[in-house]
């Protein structure tokens, strides 16, 4: 079974300029999460989609970042423009719903962000 | 605040010995415990999920342990290998789904 995946592994871009990450979801997981970790800081949280829904966006940081997720499956997060303090790994990862509550999360290998 | 702390200096021990890692918090109130193991370049992986009404969860040679009074999990390892040597964090969920992390403890198992 393929994991999540998530395009590109790398990215660098100057100040100023648009990235936009992809990520895929593991088949039939209808929970979709996005992540990331600037320099020195732990994982922390962006948002939430149920299928193609935002549950949770509390941790976007602001309206220079915009997530989607068209039809429930695959999903994107565009940054525009690009600052400095945005470069990091940001990670995406899925769940399945179970009805418990909880879930554990399956994690793409992330999107190495570098903004010059 | 809110606050997770691991410890943030790596942990060395010898191939076969028992390694503990710790995870405290503060002002939260966490539904379920996760632990979760993260290799150079990769993104975390599952382990063992706790919740708050349990004491002790075991999996293979993993035992993680839960004290809501201390704000406290452990995470043992035991009979180390050197194919443990990772970073490992420390998760809380509220409920809300998002899931907090704490820095997480690079263990290094020397052979």
């Not at chain 1, 940081?61 to 690009?82: D, H, I």
């Not at chain 2, 975390?44 to 040679?61: A, D, G, H, Q, S």
Request: charged content about 25%; hydrophobic content about 30%.
């Amino acid at each position: 079974e393929a994991g999540v995946t998530q395009f590109p592994s790398h990215s660098v871009i100057e100040k100023g300029q648009t990235v936009t990450l992809r990520c895929d979801p593991i088949s039939g997981h209808d929970n979709l999460y996005w992540y990331r970790r600037v320099m020195g800081k732990e994982i922390k949280f962006l948002l939430h989609f149920v299928k193609e829904s935002k549950q949770d966006e509390s941790g976007m940081p602001n309206n220079r970042f915009l997530a989607e997720r068209t039809g429930g499956t695959y999903s994107t997060l565009k940054v525009q423009p690009a600052e400095l303090e945005d470069s990091g790994v940001y990670f995406c990862a899925s769940s399945q719903d179970l009805g418990q509550g909880h879930e554990k999360l399956f994690f793409g290998s992330g999107t190495q962000l570098s903004v010059l | 605040s809110q606050k997770i702390e691991q410890n943030s200096e790596a942990l060395n021990i010898q191939e076969g010995k028992t390694a503990t890692l710790t995870c405290n918090y503060t002002n939260y109130s966490p539904a379920y415990l996760q632990w979760y193991r993260q290799d150079p370049g990769r993104g975390p992986v599952f382990l063992l999920l706790i919740r708050e009404n349990e004491k002790e969860k075991r999996k293979e040679r993993l035992k993680v342990t839960f004290d809501t009074t201390l704000k406290q999990s452990l995470f043992h390892i035991t009979a180390s290998q050197p194919a443990d040597s990772a970073t490992y964090l420390c998760a809380l969920d509220t409920g809300r789904r998002a899931l907090t992390f704490g820095s997480g403890t690079r263990l290094q198992v020397q052979p």
